[in-house]
């Protein structure tokens, strides 16, 4: 049976602060709480995941560096990156987490294949790839049977912030992105069609939930459409 999710269309922001709303989100959930997608870009940030290594952040300049509390390794976000964070009820779905990350991968490659971008996965070395170049880095969280972090995407970039890292804890990898690729720049005609296919791969219903951090104390309805 299909279940609703509350979508979240954040625009441009920082890293912290949705990260600490993730966390309390989460906390805050109980058996009952509706499932939740946001869909964001961030301001420049790299974030090291609980795997990764100081020695992956080569020459990071002026951007800043956050450790935080997903799985993998070193990644950047930027403006002209969709970020989604799935925040889903794997008890609920009856999901594992390998499960969760081939769907959420495959949302993607499905997304690509819309403009003709031929993508894949790989054994080991989760995310998205293109040839040899990586597209989309997946690095998720699983807290008390429910999901934080999720997802970024490459649609139009600049690409040189990876030049400071070690993407994903592998020296010279190469990234790519969709606008460099035949697919559109526009991030809003992507993240439409990225929200069809995770809405398909997870059966669930998008329903539009106003564009900021959840009010976690109100109580207030969140849904006001269809989206």
């Known amino acids: 049976m299909s279940r609703p999710v509350l979508v979240r269309r954040l625009g441009r922001q920082p890293y912290v602060p949705v990260w600490h709303a993730m966390q309390a989100f989460t906390d805050a959930r109980g058996p009952d709480t ?4 946001w869909l964001l870009q961030h301001e420049p940030v790299f974030t090291l995941g609980q795997a990764g290594k100081w020695e992956h952040v080569l020459l990071p300049g002026d951007i800043p560096v956050v450790a935080v509390d997903r799985g993998g390794q070193v990644t950047y976000h930027g403006p002209g990156q969709i970020v989604a964070y799935p925040l889903l009820d794997l ?3 009856r999901l594992g987490v390998r499960e969760l990350v081939c769907r959420i991968e495959q949302a993607v490659i499905d ?4 403009w ?4 894949l996965r790989r054994a080991g070395a989760p995310g998205v790839y293109v040839g040899e170049a990586k597209i989309a880095a997946l690095g998720l969280r699983v807290r008390r049977g429910c999901t934080l972090h999720g997802l970024a995407f490459n649609i139009d970039m600049d690409l040189e912030p990876f030049r400071r890292i070690n993407p994903c804890g592998y020296q010279g990898l190469a990234v790519t992105q969709l606008a460099d690729l035949g697919g559109p720049g526009s991030l809003a005609r992507v993240e439409e069609v990225l929200l069809a296919e995770l809405a398909h791969q997870f059966d669930l219903v998008p329903q539009v939930a106003r564009p900021r951090l959840p009010a976690l104390q109100t109580g207030a309805p969140e849904a006001v459409a269809g989206a």
Request: hydrophobic residues 45%; without cysteine.
């Open 34 to 37: 509706p499932d939740e997608l």
């Open 111 to 114: 997304t690509l294949a819309e």
């Open 116 to 119: 003709n971008v031929v993508a």
């Open 91 to 93: 008890r609920r779905l």
